[in-house]
């Protein structure tokens, strides 16, 4: 027993949402730690898709303490709507949502700008969301951001915004030609949405650090993932948050001694949404087989995804910088509908066979994956309740997975509902 990171090991769009409804039953305290509504977590529950965007997503479940933690980058706007929608399935009824007061703002400039800034056909194309995640980062390194405590003192506030809002007209007006921003009229929307959350933001440090002296049992819940961190990722194609284990830390407000196990989520291939290198995609009928029958289209934008085989390359990277202790690998019976399956064990750059994963895009474009592959399964996955009644060719392609990451499988998804769940180690029992 021990408290628990869930973290995405890929880009993205692993089934971060699934795996944290399922471990959330039995977690008391769960703190989502970075990142954005940029996110998209769906889980399936009696064949009904919810998708969230901020709200952690074990607050399906009755009786937990939920908390969007000082890492994330808030839109109140959407975190009110979210919250709505959510009490009109009847979800929040028993379960309390919180917000760090030391979370950051996504305020309207930010979505301006980085709308904006994607458009500029002079920069590079990165394939954000466009939803203020980016520039509400970059203001909150460059100390110009506003948080969520200061959205609670409106003479600050007033006086927050006096200091940082010549600065974004600026911009908007001389750089990008567009209308510049009334200090009133942002002041009087801030205080509206204050006014509806102010009872859900506080100093969430003593309520998590008195968890864990009580011995609860807490859940880290990251969004994005490994191949997406601003630093251990693609970059430039990258989302703008630390989205490895270690942010937990600092994006909860907690020391290395409180997270004691690390699940990594992985599909059992791979998929990007955006722009950047994606060595082992599939731009081929096969790509497109397994994007329809997956569903790979983003939660948060809707965007196509693009799919292609499992990289173990990229997966090894990340357990490095994430330290995985278990893996929960998704959209397995996604690949029963492929003849033969592969998987991506090395790479071939300059007539070289690496086992790493460059740190220039340049390079990374170029590097061509070396392929073993396996024969396919073609059973129907979701009936099965138990690791051992899984296809024997199944068996092995995920005992292959384990040896070569050195890691063992934990979870397995062989749906897509909540039941659809193979359980193999509850982190939490």
Known sequence: MGNVAVVGSQWGDEGKGKVVDVYGESA????????????????????????????????????????????????????????????????????????????????PYHKQLDKLRESNTSATFIGTTGRGIGPAYSDKVGRRGIRMADLLRPDYLEKRLEEVLPEKNCILQSYFNAPPLEACGLMDQLLTLAERLKDRIVDTQPLIH????????????????????????????????NT????????????????????????????????????????????????????????????????????????????RVAGFTGLALTKIDVLSVVDDIKICTAYELNDEQIDYVPS?????????PIYKTFVSWDEKLPKVKSKKDLPA????????????????????????????????????N
């Open 244 to 319: 490895i284990t270690g942010a937990a830390l600092s994006g909860a407000g907690v020391g290395p001694n409180d997270v004691d196990q690390v699940i990594g989520i992985t599909k059992v291939y791979t998929t990007r949404v955006g722009e950047g290198p994606f060595p082992t995609e599939l731009e081929n009928e096969t790509g497109a087989l397994i994007r329809k029958v997956g569903g790979e289209f983003g939660a948060t934008t809707g965007r196509k995804r693009r799919c292609g085989w499992l990289d173990l390359v990229a997966l090894k990277h990340a357990k």
């Open 210 to 241: 008195n968890a864990l002296k009580e011995g609860k049992k807490v859940m880290y819940e990251g969004a994005q993932g490994v191949l997406l961190d601003i630093d251990h990722g693609t970059y430039p194609y990258v989302t703008s948050s």
């Open 360 to 368: 220039t895009p340049e390079d990374y474009e170029r590097v061509k």
């Open 28 to 107: 008391d305290l769960i703190i989502r730690f970075q990142g954005g509504n940029n996110a998209g977590h769906t889980i399936v529950v009696n064949e009904e898709k919810i998708v969230l965007h901020l709200i952690p997503a074990a607050a399906l479940h009755d009786n937990k303490t939920c908390i969007i933690g000082n890492g994330v980058v808030v839109d109140p706007e959407v975190l009110l709507r979210e919250i709505n929608q959510l009490q009109e399935k009847g979800y929040l009824q028993s379960s309390s949502l919180l917000v760090s007061d030391r979370a950051h703002v996504i305020m």
């Open 393 to 428: 060719a199944l068996q092995e392609y995920i005992k292959f997975i384990e040896t070569e990451l050195e890691v063992p499988a934990v979870l397995l998804s062989v749906g897509p509902d909540r039941n659809d769940t193979i359980v193999i180690h509850n982190p939490f």
